[in-house]
């Protein structure tokens, strides 16, 4: 083992995988060494990562965030497959835009939505970075488990803010960060990582490597009222009725009657 590892839990998606190596975090190795991940083993390997599902256990079927989106523009950030962009234009969205850091996974919506019979602006592009996307344009910019990528958050919710028109709305899911400190074991859940460590580690998937940091909620709190939102909504917890269609033996699933595993926040740009 590297004199660097970390011997504590990692956890992405909804298992527990690998050794976290410490890394400081250097943007560039970072966008290289996930992008070539999104390129190559896309979304597929970490489940339910769009819309209508928020996560695993949270759909914005019962939670309604979005409510009616006829007329409205539309962007996502970190789009993958495209799967929420077909959710929304199949609700009369007016337009739809996304970006994304893998030229795979742009590549994947575009033929996703072009099978659907609709049509979006795709953008290859760190979320971090100015890319061309208008300013003061869009009513709702949203992002299903990908903000929790950016090397700058604090960046990333600012230009995000600059995307939305004044009252635009921003509505992110992500990993929630007590899933990530705490794994199952013996039949028992036993808290393993301080919630407070937001240091960066890679960790190993098969072949592939992904590097990011675990931030606490409070940094998403202040990260958005830094750039000027103002939170409406915030979910913790799972629903009640996908758990409950869920297997007795499901880990995932029993973890999620415990404590919160995905968080979804609801923003308004002021
Ligand atoms: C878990 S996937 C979710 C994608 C989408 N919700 C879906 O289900 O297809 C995360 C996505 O974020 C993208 N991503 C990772 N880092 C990024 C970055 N810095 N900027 C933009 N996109 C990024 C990945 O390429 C990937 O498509």
């Known amino acids: 083992m590297d004199k660097d590892s970390v011997n504590r839990p990692n956890i992405i998606g909804g298992s527990e995988v690998g050794v976290a190596i410490s890394v400081d975090m250097d943007k560039n190795v970072v966008h290289q060494t996930n992008s070539l991940f999104w390129d190559t083993k896309g979304s597929d390997i970490l489940g339910a990562t769009s819309l209508p599902l928020y996560g695993a256990f949270v759909s914005e079927e019962s939670c309604q965030l979005f409510g009616d989106v006829s007329g409205k523009k539309m962007l996502e950030i970190g789009c993958g497959s495209g799967q929420s962009l077909q959710y929304l234009g199949e609700r009369n969205a007016s337009e739809l835009w996304g970006t994304d850091i893998s030229e795979n996974q742009i590549e994947k919506t575009r033929q996703h ?5 609709l049509s979006a ?33 604090e960046g990333t919710f600012c230009r995000i803010a600059s995307y939305l028109k004044k009252d635009g709305v921003f509505i992110f899911s992500w990993s929630h960060p007590i899933h990530k400190c705490v794994a199952a074991e013996d039949n028992m859940l036993v808290f ?48 009640v009725e996908i758990l409950q269609s869920c297997d007795d033996n499901n880990d995932f699933a029993n973890k999620a009657k415990m404590l919160p595993v995905t968080f979804v926040i609801k923003a308004r740009k002021l």
């Open 113 to 117: 939505l072009t099978a659907c019979g």
């Open 121 to 153: 602006q795709l953008i290859c592009s760190p979320m971090e970075d100015k890319c061309g996307i208008p300013e003061d344009y869009f009513d709702f910019v949203y992002s299903v488990y990908a903000i929790g990528w950016t090397t700058d958050l």
């Open 192 to 239: 393993k990582k301080s919630y407070f460590d937001e240091s960066w580690y890679s960790v190993s998937l098969g072949e592939s490597t992904l590097t990011l940091s675990d931030r606490k909620l409070s940094t998403y709190i202040n990260a958005l009222s830094k750039a000027g939102f103002v939170i409406e909504q915030m979910l913790e917890q799972s629903d």
